[in-house]
């Protein structure tokens, strides 16, 4: 069987970005690693990406995008727009789906630097990949912090969350449930929860958070717990943490023949606002989105040792239909 990267990585007992840094020659790599990284290169005999070895120096024209999902409708569009971006601009892209699997993202992050990429967008929802804070690339980020020499282009997710509430608020609402992520960081729905909260409190609302994220809950463990916090009828309006979500209470709803409550959904493709009835949305700006993690990625690959900061947080609207 062909030796890959992540066995010389598991037999010199180093991670994927390592030797990817010693067969490219990066500094600061110490004489042990060196060695090591050679010695299972040697055993195993392995052979680096000729291609890639072929570019150093040199322009890729490629650039690398770890997205969580693709079939979700939100990274569908963005990937869609910095594909179009980067087309007219020369570039071709590499796109790998981490499926919200820790080390499916290591795996891609390590091939990425080691086919010699010119830089990495990513929207990692996986939390502690040490291996960001060691590649030694231009990456930027969507909407997550990955590491301090990352900067990030975001969002505006707590006025999401205040939009939302309001909406639910001049619904009637009078209990909302706010469905967010299972994990207490600053992750784009839980600022999007903390909005809503802020919001609900100064109006007396009542509202509970329900924790649910797509990287602990299969769609079937997701149907099954909605239909059970629908069939107690006991809230009477619904902030999701995204689009499908939305749409998944809606037609719980509808297929139990429970009364229609206000739900409002996040992101506001294309899709949804063009085909979609009966649910509001917090409407993301994606072509500016991709805008700026295209600038914020060149001027990086351009600069690599300086520092930038995070670009100004892009505002979002709500859309009713």
Do not use: C, W
């Not at 993202?105 to 040490?130: P, Q």
């Amino acid at each position: 069987m062909v030796a890959k990267l992540q066995d010389v990585a598991k037999k010199a007992g180093v991670t994927i970005t390592t030797v990817s840094r010693v067969l490219n020659d990066f500094p600061h790599v110490s004489k042990k690693t060196h060695d090591k990284v050679y010695a299972a290169i040697r055993e195993l005999n392995y052979h680096p990406n000729a291609l890639a070895r072929s570019l150093q120096g040199k322009s890729s024209k490629f650039i690398g995008l770890i997205f969580p999902k693709i079939a979700n409708p939100f990274f569908s569009e963005l990937l869609n727009e910095l594909e179009t971006k980067l087309s007219s601009k020369g570039y071709k892209i590499i796109i790998a789906s981490s499926a919200n699997n820790i080390e499916a993202e290591r795996r891609y992050l390590g091939m990425l630097a080691a086919n010699m990429v010119e830089g990495i967008i990513t929207s990692s929802h996986n939390l502690g990949i040490e291996e960001y804070d060691e590649v030694n690339m231009p990456i930027v980020s969507f909407d997550r912090f990955l590491s301090n020499k990352i900067p990030i282009v975001s969002s505006d997710n707590l006025q999401g969350g205040r939009l939302a509430a309001g909406y639910l608020i001049k619904q009637g609402a009078k209990h909302i449930a706010i469905i967010a992520d299972n994990d207490n960081s600053q992750s784009p729905t839980s600022l999007r929860a903390a909005g809503a909260l802020k919001v609900l409190q100064d109006h007396d609302v009542q509202s509970e958070t329900i924790p649910m994220s797509d990287k602990l809950y299969s769609e079937d463990e997701k149907v099954e717990t909605l239909t059970k916090i629908l069939a107690e009828q006991k809230f009477d309006g619904f902030f999701a943490n995204n689009d499908t979500t939305a749409l998944l209470i809606k037609k719980i709803l509808k297929e139990n023949h429970l009364p229609d409550l206000p739900v409002v959904g996040y992101d506001g493709t294309t899709f949804i606002r063009r085909y979609i009835t009966g649910i509001a949305t917090i409407v993301q700006p994606i072509p500016q989105i991709a805008d700026n993690l295209i600038e914020l990625l060149f001027k990086r690959i351009a600069k690599p040792a300086e520092h930038f900061d995070n670009p100004e947080v892009l505002p979002v609207t709500l859309f009713a239909n």
